[in-house]
C-alpha cells in the first residue's frame, strides 16, 4: 500500500489537471455561476427600467432548462417515437438526436454582450458604412400594445446587414430574437449569435422531429412574450424584388395560439432598403445556379475589413449611400383571426408581405436604376434627372422617400457616383451609358422598389 510508484511526468500533469477540474466543477464553478447570475439579474433589473418592452424570464432561464422543457414536451416526445419507429432505431438513440436538435437551436442569451457589446457594435457598422434614416417609426403606438402581447418584427430580407440594422434601432425598446440560417454556423458567430438571442434554422430540413422541436421553441417563446424579428422570405432576396411569405414560423406561432386564452400577438411590418447591398454580386450570380445557397466564409469578412481599415487610414473610404428603415402599422393576431381555420397562415402571411412591401423605402440608387431600365442602355444626364424627379413625384404618395438635404439633383449625382466607382455605368460628358460589367446588378436594385409602380 506505501509503495513507491513512479510515473512520468506528462501522465503525473495529468492526473493533477483532472484533479483540478473535478475539483472546480463540484465546488468552485457553481458558486462562479451564482455570483455572475446574481450580477446579471441585476444588470437585467436595471436594463428593463428603461427598454419599452422588458426583458422576459424566459429569455433569461438557464439553456439547460429551456432544452429540457421542450425535450419533456409531450408532443415532442410523441415526435421522438415517431423518429425511433421510422428509423428503426432504439428510443434512446433518437432522444439523444433530439438533444443535438434542441442544443443546436436553443439560444444562451447574454444581456451584457447584447447591451455591452452588440448593440454599441451594431451602432458603429451601422452608421460607418451608411447614412441610416428612419420613417414611420410610431412610438406612441408602439407603446400602445399591450403589454403582455408579443411583439414580432416583419421584415424583408435584403442583407445580412438587415440583422445589425435593426438591433440597433430597436435596442432602446427591446432585444431582439432572431431566425439564423445555416450559413452563421460558423466559428466565431455561432457561440455570438447564441449569446445574441439568435437561433439557428435548418431551412430545408424536412426531418419531422427537428421541425416539431423548432416549433415548439417558437411557440414557447412566443407564449412568453419573447421579442422577436422574422424573415417571412426564408432567406435573402436574390433578384432584389420582395419575395413570397415562407409560412413555417407563422405557422408555428398559430399553431400554439388560443384567441380566447392566449395573449395577443402583434406583427410589426418592418421595410428595409439600401443605395449598396454588400453583398450583391454575389446575390445576382446565385439566380444562374440551381440550389446556390449563400455561404458565409470568414475570410471575406476579414479581407473586407482589412480594405475598409486601410481605405480609411489612406482617406478614400466613402460611406455606401443610404440604408432605412420604415416601420408600418401593427397587426393584431386577435384582430386578423375571423375563426375561420382555412389557409389561416397563408392569408396572414399574404397581408403581412404586402403590408412590409407598402414600407419599403425609395432609394436614389433603385430610383436611378429603374429609370436606366426603361432607357436602351444610354441616356443624357438631363433626361435621367428628369426621370428621376418624374418617379419621386409619382410615388411619393404612396411611399418614404430617402433623399439627401440638398435634393434631387444631389442624390442623382451621389447616385451615378457609386454606380460609376464600381464599373456599372460609364459617363462621358453629359451621356452616361450601362457598361457589360454586371448589368443584372442595376436590375437587382431596381427591382426593390418595382412592386410600387405594378
Not at 428628369?386 to 442623382?412: H, W
Request: glycine content about 6%; some cysteine.
Amino acid at each position: 500500500m506505501f509503495t513507491t510508484v513512479e510515473l512520468p511526468v506528462w501522465a503525473l500533469v495529468l492526473i493533477c489537471l483532472l484533479a483540478a477540474v473535478t475539483a472546480a466543477s463540484r465546488f468552485l464553478f457553481p458558486s462562479v455561476r451564482w455570483f455572475f447570475r446574481k450580477r446579471a439579474e441585476r444588470v437585467v433589473a436595471r436594463l428593463n427600467k428603461r427598454l419599452t418592452r422588458p426583458i422576459q424570464p424566459f429569455k433569461l432561464a438557464r439553456r439547460h432548462d429551456m432544452i429540457q422543457n421542450i425535450l419533456y414536451d409531450p408532443d415532442v416526445i410523441r415526435a421522438v417515437n415517431a423518429f425511433a419507429d421510422d428509423e428503426g432505431v432504439p428510443d434512446n438513440v433518437a432522444f439523444e438526436t433530439a438533444q443535438r436538435y434542441a442544443r443546436e437551436i436553443v439560444p444562451s442569451f447574454s444581456a451584457t454582450l447584447y447591451f455591452a457589446f452588440g448593440i454599441r457594435i451594431a451602432r458603429w457598422m451601422a452608421t460607418s458604412l451608411y447614412r441610416v434614416r428612419v420613417f414611420n417609426r410610431d412610438d406612441e403606438a408602439l407603446g400602445k400594445i399591450d403589454p403582455d402581447a408579443t411583439v414580432i418584427f416583419i421584415m424583408n430580407h435584403r442583407s445580412n446587414m438587415d440583422y445589425v440594422l435593426v438591433t440597433y434601432l430597436v435596442a432602446p425598446d427591446t432585444p431582439l430574437s432572431y431566425a439564423v440560417g445555416e450559413w452563421a454556423r460558423v466559428w466565431p458567430l455561432r457561440p455570438i449569435i447564441k449569446m445574441m438571442g439568435g437561433y439557428f434554422i435548418r431551412r430545408h430540413a424536412r426531418n419531422a422531429l427537428y421541425r416539431k422541436i423548432l416549433a415548439r421553441y417558437v411557440q414557447l417563446s412566443t407564449k412568453e412574450g419573447v421579442t422577436q424579428a422574422v424573415f417571412p422570405e426564408g432567406g435573402l432576396s436574390r433578384t432584389g424584388a420582395i419575395g413570397d411569405p415562407k409560412l413555417g414560423l407563422i405557422s408555428y406561432i398559430l399553431d400554439g395560439f388560443d384567441p380566447r386564452k392566449s395573449n395577443d400577438v402583434v406583427f410589426v411590418p418592418v421595410g428595409l432598403n439600401y443605395d449598396r447591398v454588400l453583398e450583391d454580386r454575389a446575390l445576382v450570380a446565385s439566380t444562374t445556379k440551381v440550389g446556390a445557397r449563400f455561404k458565409f466564409r470568414m475570410s471575406v469578412v476579414f479581407r473586407y475589413i482589412g480594405r475598409h481599415i486601410w481605405q480609411r487610414m489612406t482617406g478614400r473610404f466613402h460611406r455606401l449611400g443610404f440604408a432605412a428603415v420604415s416601420f408600418g402599422d401593427p397587426v393584431s393576431l386577435k384582430a386578423f383571426y375571423d375563426g375561420d381555420e382555412m389557409k389561416l397562415a397563408e392569408r396572414l402571411g399574404k397581408r403581412l408581405m404586402e403590408d412590409v412591401a407598402e414600407t419599403v423605402p425609395l432609394m436614389p440608387v433603385p430610383l436611378v436604376c429603374q429609370v436606366l431600365e426603361v432607357t436602351d442602355g444610354t441616356i443624357t444626364r438631363e433626361a435621367l434627372q428628369n426621370g428621376f424627379d418624374a418617379l419621386v413625384e409619382m410615388l411619393s404618395p404612396q411611399a418614404d422617400i430617402c433623399m439627401p438635404r440638398a435634393g434631387p439633383e444631389k442624390a442623382v449625382t451621389e447616385a451615378l457616383r457609386m454606380l460609376e466607382a464600381r464599373g456599372l455605368l460609364n459617363i462621358e460628358g453629359d451621356v452616361i451609358s450601362v457598361t457589360d460589367r454586371n448589368p443584372d446588378v442595376l436590375t437587382y436594385y431596381a427591382s426593390s422598389i418595382r412592386h410600387f409602380l405594378s
